[in-house]
Every structure is written in structure tokens, then in C-alpha cells.
């Protein structure tokens, strides 16, 4: 026997049931993000290196240490290109509106879903392969959209019956306002340098603000006491901010403000906020963004404003976990009995009328390579209960006979239009085919 092949470390299978909460998940974004007016763009999982050294910024972990790069020959002339499987969607969304021109007509609301690649240690609720929940708002430059984001977030956990999270917001002004914050941060930290651990030190100079960031406990005294930064904004980075917290006190959102709050990626300007949990641990982070109004232009594009956000799916599951709450299981509406397999041409002609009609129906397969031996009927039975259909449909040597197919309730809540077993003429499917959908 040849040895069995697993899956890369971190990089995890989804499978039934798990993958209908998934499913259950997508539904309410893609519902929400409708009602948002945000419409839904899907981009290449690998990208140019240099856009992200460009976009993210290169002394950040993640160019530095978490990206899966190759050197690709990429032609007939043996140019070599150098790829990345994408580690987030923000760079990749941007690259695409730019290099369609998606802004020539004004500004996008735009949202995507898929896997993003990181290499790090595995833990709970982090891995090498993640997927996320993005929302981006691009060619807006006003405090309104960057509420009306953080809106959408906060109406999803509503959605889905998230109600342990806490909005962490902070203002990181402009350039010019972070570079005369950036002098005295140094300063600052030079001034303790005792107190600093290698990775700080290895920012100093290259990343100060990053700091901030620190989850070192023993650093915490240190960063508490640097320079804020929001000492250091100018009237409109402190207007824009203020109408922020204005608009999200008018509709009820509590926030906090967290002058240590700086987000991992260089990208960002003005607002930045995240969404936290106590429940998960140290993975704390259900969902993270904000305003990025110079990374259009960084990738190439036109200046132009932008905003947004994504979220960790796995993160976001556990917590409706965590929560207690029951999550659909997808199950049939009926189950199909075929004590014979040679009356298979009719049965299936039924199933495909019943499912053009929206039922939702399995039907018991021979795990045998011939047409024979379709199990007993207590068998089939079993598997049609432990299938959770609500129906079996019993294709038997004397319903066939007679032109019908019985009907059989299988769970405790029957149906009124079909309370005991009924029989249902096979010609007739669409017409009793509402039932076995559960509406009379």
C-alpha cells in the first residue's frame, strides 16, 4: 500500500459538516454586502512580489518572514518574474482597480472572499492557509465611508449573533504629522533602550511605530509612556477623526480609543480600527482595518482615497462557536429508496423533476461497481434517517407498478399536507413536489 499523503502543515481540508457553516457564513456577508451596495470582485491568489514589498511595506513580518515566494520562469525568453501567494487581499484589490481603471467613473464599494497565505506558526485560529472577508471603499475620501464600514462590520456580528466585541479605534493622521511623531518615538525609546526587546530594537529606526504594537508584556510600561500620536494631528486629521466618533455615537456603536492601536501594515493614514474578542485568546482579532489613501498611488495608480477592512473567517466561526450558537447542518429534504436497481431510469426521471422544482433530494447509491446489491430496505431506511431528510421517498416493486412513489415522513413534525405515509403519482411531481419543501 502506498504511504498516505496529508495535507501541508496549517493548510486545513473543510469538510461536512463544517463546510455548511462556512456556506451558512458567505450567505450572510453576500446579503449584507448587497444591502451595503458593496459588489463582490475576486482576485489572483498569486501576485507580483514587489507589489506587496511596495504595498505592505518591506521591514514589516510579513515581507520579512511570512510570505511563500518562488522565482518563476515566466516566459520563452527566460525572464524570470518573482510570485507570492497573496498574505492579504488589500494590495491585490487595489492593483486590479487600478489596472482597469476601475475609478475613471468615480468612486467603488467592492468585496471579496477567499484563501490568503502566511507562513507562521500554526495556532488557534491562525494557519498557513486563512481565508478572509474583505470590504473595501476606494475613491471616497470622507469620515463618512470610513463609518459606514465599520457599520457594515458591526451590523454583521448582528447578524450572526456575535455580541462579545469591542471597537478599538485611533487616528494615525497624516505623513507628515507621523514623521514629527516618529522623532520623538525614537527619542523616546533611545531613552530606554535597557528596556526594549531585539525586535524593537531591530525597528528602532525603520519601523518606530510599530512598537507600539508590542505584545511583550515587559514592554508594556515603556510603550505606555511614549509620545501619542494624536498629539501631534493637525486641525483636519482631528476633524475627520471627530466626525468619525460623531457618526458611530449617533447609531449606537461604543468604541474605545487606543493610542497603541497602529495596525501591522505601513499602508495606513488617518482611521484605523479593529474589532476584538476576549473569548479567543490571544487571537483576539475578529476583524481589522482602515483608511489607506496614499497605496493606490504607491502601486501605480492615480492618487486616489480609500478605506476598509477584512476579517478572519476561522476567527469569526470559532467565536459563533464559542457562543453557543446553533449553526444550520445542510440536509435533504427527502431520501430516496430503491430496493431495485433496475427501476433506477424512472426514479432518477422523478428526482430530477423534484429537484428542478427547489427539493433538495438524496438518493441511496450501491457502494458496488455493478447495479446490483442495493442494500436492504431496513438499511436503506437507516441511512435515510440518519441523513436528516424529513421525507423518504419509497420507489417499491408495487408503487412502481401502480405509477406512484409513497411518501413517508421521517421526523417528529409531519407535514399536514402528508401527516401519515400517502402515496404520490410519479406523473404529478411538481405538483405535490411543494411538500417535501415543507410548504403546503
Not at 410 to 417: F, N, P, Q, T
Amino acid at each position: 500500500m502506498a504511504e498516505k499523503l496529508l495535507a501541508v502543515k496549517g493548510m486545513n481540508d473543510i469538510l461536512p459538516p463544517e463546510s455548511a457553516r462556512w456556506e451558512w457564513l458567505e450567505g450572510k456577508v453576500r446579503d449584507l454586502m448587497t444591502r451595503y451596495a458593496y459588489r463582490n470582485i475576486r482576485t489572483p491568489i498569486l501576485e507580483h512580489t514587489q507589489l506587496f514589498v511596495r504595498g505592505i511595506g518591506e521591514v514589516t513580518d510579513i515581507v520579512e518572514k511570512e510570505m511563500y515566494s518562488f522565482e518563476d520562469r515566466s516566459d520563452k525568453n527566460g525572464d524570470h518574474a518573482f510570485l507570492t501567494m497573496r498574505p492579504e487581499n488589500t494590495a491585490s484589490v487595489v492593483r486590479a482597480v487600478t489596472e482597469h481603471n476601475l475609478l475613471y467613473e468615480g468612486g467603488k464599494r467592492l468585496y471579496y472572499m477567499g484563501p490568503m497565505f502566511r507562513r507562521e506558526r500554526p495556532q488557534r485560529g491562525r494557519y498557513r492557509q486563512f481565508h478572509q472577508i474583505g470590504a473595501e471603499a476606494l475613491g471616497f475620501g470622507g469620515p463618512e465611508v470610513d463609518a459606514e464600514l465599520i457599520l457594515l462590520a458591526a451590523a454583521l456580528w448582528n447578524e450572526i449573533g456575535i455580541t462579545d466585541w469591542r471597537l478599538e479605534i485611533n487616528s494615525l493622521g497624516q505623513p507628515e504629522e507621523r514623521s514629527q511623531h516618529r522623532a520623538q518615538l525614537i527619542a523616546h525609546f533611545e531613552q530606554h533602550a535597557d528596556m526594549l526587546d531585539e525586535d524593537a530594537r531591530r525597528r528602532l529606526h525603520s519601523n518606530p511605530l510599530r512598537i507600539l504594537d508590542t505584545k511583550n508584556p515587559a514592554m508594556k510600561a515603556v510603550v505606555e509612556s511614549a509620545p501619542r500620536l494624536i498629539d501631534f494631528l493637525g486641525a483636519a486629521s482631528l476633524a475627520h477623526f471627530n466626525a468619525l466618533k460623531a457618526i458611530l455615537d449617533a447609531n449606537g456603536v461604543p468604541w474605545t480609543l487606543n493610542h497603541r492601536l497602529v495596525r501591522g501594515l505601513d499602508y495606513y493614514n488617518l482611521t484605523v480600527f479593529e474589532f476584538v474578542t476576549e473569548q479567543l485568546g490571544a487571537q483576539g482579532t475578529l476583524c481589522a482595518g482602515g483608511r489607506y489613501d496614499y497605496l493606490i498611488e504607491q502601486i501605480g495608480g492615480k492618487p486616489a482615497p480609500a478605506v476598509g477592512w477584512a476579517l478572519g473567517v476561522e476567527r469569526v466561526l470559532e467565536l459563533v462557536r464559542e457562543t453557543g450558537q446553533s449553526m444550520p447542518v445542510l440536509t435533504p429534504d427527502a431520501y430516496a429508496i430503491v430496493p431495485d436497481a433496475a427501476a433506477a431510469p424512472l426514479v432518477l426521471q422523478t428526482l430530477q423533476t423534484l429537484r428542478a422544482q427547489g427539493v433538495s433530494v438524496q438518493m441511496h447509491a450501491s457502494a458496488a461497481s455493478t447495479a446490483e446489491g442495493m442494500g436492504s430496505m431496513k438499511s436503506q431506511f437507516k441511512k435515510a434517517d440518519a441523513s436528516g431528510a424529513r421525507f423518504a421517498l419509497i420507489f417499491g416493486e408495487n408503487e412502481l407498478a401502480s405509477g406512484c412513489v409513497a411518501v413517508k415522513p421521517l421526523r417528529g413534525s409531519k407535514s399536514e399536507a402528508a401527516p401519515e405515509q400517502s402515496l404520490r403519482k410519479l406523473d404529478e411531481a411538481v405538483a405535490w413536489a411543494a411538500i417535501l419543501r415543507g410548504r403546503t
